[in-house]
């Protein structure tokens, strides 16, 4: 199995599929960097430090990581202050919240994506504001369904993703059809995975609709999408894959 993530992110899905018994090999083929305008950034940060915004929505683990990192540069605490509500994406970015001991007092339940997260906030009362740092290329799904509810909104770019090299023999191998299957986890992974050759006999999994949907577009094939964007989620959808096909499984 490859697992195309960052650096340093790819570790706990591996550890989920040695569990299951698969040998998977993290390759870093995205990069995350600051934001071309980080000015812009710390402007934001400064300003919900100071409870200038009704809510902060984070639709990445990324994000949050970029808005806490810069908070710690300039100083600014608490970076997020107690009478600014939080929304999280889904349980990932929720879990990453929790483990720097912020409160959330918004997630999906089910789905884990920036439209079943804009489906359940709730309209705004007068003057109320939400500031969404995200990444370079995120889209309008959110920013718009809030702006649709009444919210004053701010979006930033938090951070960058860039591709990464890959190494040689990894590409040799995705043509090869030596990974059995690739988890993509992002549509930034989807873009790396996309600009080379792999083989049809890999089975390509997408964590989410959004990175589905930037699969097909990418002319990938993509054989699954988790029910719920989680890592334990994209495994069960492999394994019920290989469930249905069982002659694919032993290629």
């Known amino acids: 199995m490859l697992v195309p993530r960052p650096q340093g992110r790819g570790s706990s899905l591996v550890t989920l599929l040695a569990g299951e018994g698969a040998v998977a090999q993290a390759v870093p083929m995205i990069g995350i960097h600051p934001p071309t305008d980080v000015g812009r950034l710390d402007s934001a940060v400064v300003g919900l430090s100071a409870g200038e915004y009704s809510w902060v929505g984070f639709t990445s683990v990324n994000a949050l990581v970029a808005v806490l990192d810069r908070a710690a540069h300039l100083a600014l605490a608490p970076a997020i ?3 600014t509500r939080v929304a999280a994406v889904g349980p990932a970015t929720a879990a990453a919240l929790r483990a720097a001991g ?11 994506s920036a439209a079943t997260l804009a489906a359940i906030w709730p309209a705004a009362h007068a003057g109320e504001s939400v500031l969404l ?3 370079e290329i ?13 919210f004053r909104l701010e979006t930033v770019t938090a951070y960058r993703t860039l591709p990464e ?3 040689p ?5 995705l043509g090869a059809g030596a990974f059995e299957a690739v988890l993509l986890t992002s549509p930034s992974t989807v ?3 996309a600009s080379v050759p792999v083989s049809p006999d890999t089975v390509l999994g997408a964590i989410g609709h959004s990175t589905a949907a930037a699969g097909t577009a990418a002319g990938l094939r993509i054989a699954y999408t988790a029910t ?3 890592d334990s989620a994209l495994i069960a959808g492999l394994a019920a894959f290989a469930h249905r096909h069982p002659r694919r499984r032993q290629t």
């Open 165 to 167: 090299p890959l190494p």
């Open 102 to 112: 912020l409160p959330i007092d918004l997630v999906p339940e089910h789905g884990g």
């Open 133 to 135: 740092p995200q990444s």
């Open 228 to 230: 719920d964007p989680t």
């Open 191 to 193: 873009r790396s995975v």
């Open 169 to 173: 023999s990894v590409a040799a191998d």
């Open 138 to 150: 995120a889209g309008r799904v959110l920013a718009d369904g809030l702006q649709a509810r009444g």
């Open 81 to 83: 202050p107690a009478d």
